[in-house]
Nanobody, 123 residues
Framework: QVQLVESGGGSVQAGGSLRLSCAAS????????MGWFRQAPGKEREGVAY????????YYKDSVKGRFTISHDNAKNTLYLQMTSLKPEDAAMYYC????????????????WGQGTQVTVSS
C-alpha cells in the first residue's frame, strides 16, 4: 500500500505560478507511475500529467504542455507539479495518484490516491 499527501495548493491570479507536492509513504519502492489529476466543479476528473518513477519519462495533457512540469524526487519519495502561466480554466481540485503496474492518463488505472489540494485562479 501507498499513502499520498498533497500540498501546495492555493489561490493565485491568472498568469501566476504554484508548485504542488505529493509526499508518498509506504511501499514506495514498488511505485511504477505517479500522476496528477484534477477535477473542477461539475466536471469529470481528468489527467493532467504522469511520470514513470524509474525513468522519469513524463507525459502531459495537451492544454498544459509548456506550462506545467511534473517531476519526481526518488530520494524524497515526492512528486511535484510546477504550474506556471496559470489560467482560470486550470482552477480545480488537484489529486496525486500512483500505481505499481500501469502508467497512463486514465484515472481508473491508478490504485492509490491522495485527498487533493485546491487550486483557485482568478482572472
Amino acid at each position: 500500500q501507498v499513502q499520498l499527501v498533497e500540498s501546495g495548493g492555493g489561490s493565485v491570479q491568472a498568469g501566476g505560478s504554484l508548485r504542488l507536492s505529493c509526499a508518498a509513504s509506504g511501499s514506495t519502492y514498488r511505485l511504477y507511475c505517479m500522476g496528477w489529476f484534477r477535477q473542477a466543479p461539475g466536471k469529470e476528473r481528468e489527467g493532467v500529467a504522469y511520470i514513470y518513477t524509474k525513468s522519469g519519462s513524463a507525459y502531459y495533457k495537451d492544454s498544459v504542455k509548456g506550462r506545467f512540469t511534473i517531476s519526481h524526487d526518488n530520494a524524497k519519495n515526492t512528486l511535484y507539479l510546477q504550474m506556471t502561466s496559470l489560467k482560470p480554466e486550470d482552477a480545480a481540485m488537484y489529486y496525486c495518484a500512483a500505481d505499481f503496474y500501469r502508467c497512463n492518463m486514465g484515472q481508473w488505472n491508478y490504485d492509490f490516491w491522495g485527498q487533493g489540494t485546491q487550486v483557485t485562479v482568478s482572472s
